[in-house]
């Protein structure tokens, strides 16, 4: 199924380059394409069906860059659009989804907090892993309101963002949590500081190697065909103004001198 055409993977922004890299660890003779639909950055409040349309807009345009796969590199999206979004185009699409089984596998207390978008945890999607997998567990929501755009700004060094993030984990560890998903593509780049407020006695998941598995799954784990490669190439488009994303993108990918090209779609 392996083929020379690109692999496309798109967020609201820059969040979903934390899927991408698990992608480029196990599939490194890949092409991938990346959509930031920084310009409508963030998704997390929308309405569903706006949501929807943005999916339907990138993936028009992720397929006229010649993709074979795309993988919804967000929580929200995948909520709010994955089924309509297999339903319309006749390719795979891969979407992210919290962690919720493999979280069941680890924790001891029976106790997970997840972190996400509001769109994600009032989410079908959502309701239906916790009916498959939480049997018998606990499992606390807490929405996450402004953290996407501090990713996004590339900023989180600082006492304002440290605030933040421990009000919203303080609620879980208040109930006891031992395992802590993170439910948001962008969530993965405020890790340390996760693990730093925590501490080292809970599990922090995400999902990002388990999409990058499903994704070489599919096809088939192969080399591109008739091309053995060492390194495929990677290619950045974004809604937003690329003078300010290159160096947010530099950030989360870290790779300097990275061009970012305009697309308005
Ligand atoms: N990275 C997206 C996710 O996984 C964030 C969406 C947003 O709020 O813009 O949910």
Redesign the pocket.
Known sequence: MTSLRKIGLF???F??LSVMREVRRLLPAEDLVYFADSAH????AKPVEVIRERAYAICDFLISQGVKLIVIA???TSAAALEAVREKYNMPVIG?EPAVKPAAAVTVNGKIGVI??GV?LVGERFNSLVKRYGTGLQIYAQPCPGL?EIVESGRWDNEETEGLISGYLDKLLAKGVDTIILG???YPFLRPLIEKLVGKDIKVIDSGEGVARQVARVLGNGFPEGNIRLAGSESFFTSGNPKFVEPVLALLWGKQGLQVTKKEI
């Open positions: 967020d609201s922004g969040g979903g950055c963030p998704y997390g967000s929580n929200t992210v996400a978008t994600t996407v948001c593509t962008h």
